[in-house]
């Protein structure tokens, strides 16, 4: 572990004394120094638990302005603090990690970087196609604003940079690396995604839950080889993954309100190995989603009580029945505060104009880290969305042209200055109120 404490980094550039209204000095941070800071970024991305140049290159930035600054916590993550007297602790985080995607998006700054997969070995193509570049450009950014302005605020702001949110090991690991112990714990804790499903330059909060929890869960089936010819002589566990995959489809639809949101997919079918060959085994790969611990709960359970009795149902005796694996790489929802969302919408909206803020309802069920640094203990917290995309997107996508790319697809492509300058802005406007003089 190395800590930074001083700036020894002589081409850097030092943090410029910014005046006058806030969103003038974000866009001119923009223009001189940020919109360098995230196409070197988006050139260099790196896979989850191996970001070290990313790590390092944060921890520079972070040092020049101002903030005292430790490596290596929880692997590569990078912890920074700024004491300005007496007054709330507030956490800030940002992911850095890149995904194993070749970029395909034509843009002039695309990246052509390669890494070697930590899972696999394998030399991959490696992109930011969830924008963790935006995240901790901004980040740096907001370090610069509020170092900028330490006459506007008292407490002591502690940004994080996460590694390896992609596989929701990076918040779990910094805690399990006594982050609260080593830095304190904070009276509130704040994260934002950029989003490509929302409208570039927009403030998308909830006062529930904008990420869903999730479980990875494998399946796997026992059954008695045969040939393919005398089926009767075997037990054939592709037929009975089959019947367990259309009995899983009820859980969702017949086992929920109507009004409580769950997914039950399953991504992965894996057996046999020829035509006329019955296997003596399946396996099945899930992902399960959840906004409330009694959903989880239902669907995890139904899981299980539908796998083993469609063993029983095929006549498997009980030590062959299908056995359920609940991988440790869950996590649970986010839920944002409501009455510190809406503390912060009105702020957000006194700042930066009531058009900014919105409240539009999240349509999928992805999942996020960070709620494991909100939970256990309990820290009132915000995540909120920025919207990446430009309107003129939409508008081609609505008249039979190109679709928005989503997340995590090699088209992935949000429009940085919006995306970057308002990820600052709406930060540093949440931060002053939370920590006002």
């Known amino acids: 572990m190395i800590k930074r404490t001083t700036c020894l980094v002589a081409f850097m550039l030092a943090v410029p004394a910014f005046g006058g209204e806030l969103s003038d000095a974000v866009q001119d941070d923009y223009d001189t120094y940020l919109s360098g800071l995230f196409d070197h970024f988006h050139r260099n991305p790196e896979l989850s638990t191996i ?33 300005n007297g007496a007054g709330p602790l507030v956490m800030m985080r940002a992911d850095m990690d890149g995904l194993p995607v070749e970029e395909k998006s034509g843009l002039e700054y695309a990246s052509t970087a390669t890494q070697q997969d930590p899972i696999t070995g394998n030399t991959v193509f490696t992109m930011h196609a969830c924008g963790h570049d935006v995240h901790i450009t901004s980040l740096v950014g907001t370090a610069r604003q509020m170092a900028a302005r330490k006459d506007q605020w008292q407490g002591t702001l502690m940004l994080v940079v996460q590694p390896a949110e992609e596989r929701v090991l990076g918040a779990r690991a910094m805690r399990d690396d006594d982050i ?225 790319p989503s997340h995590h697809s090699p088209l992935f492509k949000i429009a940085p200055e919006p995306s970057v300058t308002k990820g600052v802005e709406s930060t540093v406007v949440a931060l002053m109120e939370l920590m006002q003089e």
């Open 180 to 404: 609260w112990d080593r830095f304190g714990t904070p009276d509130y804790a704040l994260a934002f995604h950029v989003s490509s499903s929302n409208v570039a330059g927009i403030i998308n909060v909830s006062e529930g839950s904008p990420y869903a929890g999730a479980d990875t869960v494998d399946i796997i089936i026992h059954g008695v080889g045969a040939h393919g010819a005398s089926p009767h002589r075997g037990k054939d566990p592709i037929v009975l993954g089959s019947q367990i995959v259309l009995a899983l489809q009820t859980l969702v639809s017949r086992e929920l309100s109507p009004r409580d949101p769950g997914v039950v997919t399953v991504g992965s079918f894996h057996s046999g190995t020829k035509h006329n060959i019955i296997s003596d085994r399946a396996h099945l790969q899930l992902t399960v989603r959840n906004t409330t611990v009694e959903t989880r709960n239902t669907l995890l359970n139904g899981i299980k009580r539908i796998a083993e009795n469609m063993g029983r149902v095929a006549g498997l005796p009980e030590d062959k029945l299908p056995e359920v694996i609940i991988s440790n790489e869950s996590v649970p929802p986010v839920n944002n505060d409501a009455a510190l969302a809406r503390r912060l919408k009105q702020a957000w909206s006194e700042a930066m104009g009531d058009e900014t803020v919105v409240d539009i309802p999240t349509k999928g069920m992805g999942a996020e880290d960070f709620p494991f640094f909100t939970q256990d203990p309990s820290i009132p917290s915000v995540y909120w969305a920025i919207g990446g995309t430009p309107q003129e997107d939409f508008d081609t996508e609505e008249a039979g042209g190109a679709p928005v």
């Open 51 to 83: 970001e070290f140049e990313t790590a390092r290159r944060m921890a520079v930035e972070l040092t020049l302005a101002g903030f005292e600054v430790t490596e290596g916590v929880g692997g590569t993550g990078v912890v920074a603090v700024l004491e």
